[in-house]
């Protein structure tokens, strides 16, 4: 499995989230919760089809099973990040999120 960029990840676990929350991953959602211009979104979104990690859907773009794959292990890595920052090195639990990333 091919390392992804930094922004490929964050783009995988927003998606994600937002499939478990049952909402439909669309390019305003992600422009608006990315801070990016809904042009950048759609091209980024182009990418990630390209790759096989999104696919269009009626609204917005869903993961395939390798992105949903790679969502759950970006995941994971960042949890772990935050479970290190609390219990090694004694960050408050308020502090750790963008420090994970």
Same mark, same amino acid.
């Given at each position: 499995? &091919?390392? !992804? =960029?930094?922004?490929? @990840?964050?783009?995988?676990?927003? &998606?994600?989230?937002?499939? @478990?929350?049952? @909402? =439909?991953?669309?390019? =305003?959602?992600? #422009? +608006?919760?990315? +801070? /990016?211009?809904?042009?950048?979104?759609? !091209?980024?979104?182009?990418? /990630? +089809?390209?790759?096989?990690?999104? $696919?269009? #859907? @009626? $609204?917005?773009?869903?993961?395939? *099973?390798?992105?949903?794959?790679? #969502?759950?292990?970006? &995941?994971? *890595?960042?949890?772990? =990040?935050?479970?290190? /920052?609390?219990?090694?090195?004694?960050?408050?639990?308020? $502090?750790?999120? +963008?420090?994970?990333?």
């Amino acid at each position: 499995m &091919i390392k !992804e =960029s930094p922004r490929t @990840e964050e783009y995988l676990e927003y &998606i994600y989230k937002l499939q @478990e929350m049952h @909402e =439909s991953a669309t390019t =305003s959602k992600l #422009a +608006e919760r990315l +801070e /990016l211009a809904p042009s950048s979104v759609s !091209e980024m979104l182009k990418q /990630l +089809e390209q790759k096989g990690l999104v $696919k269009y #859907a @009626e $609204k917005g773009v869903v993961l395939t *099973k390798e992105g949903e794959l790679k #969502a759950r292990k970006v &995941i994971r *890595k960042h949890r772990l =990040s935050e479970r290190l /920052l609390t219990d090694i090195l004694g960050f408050k639990w308020d $502090k750790v999120h +963008e420090e994970a990333c």
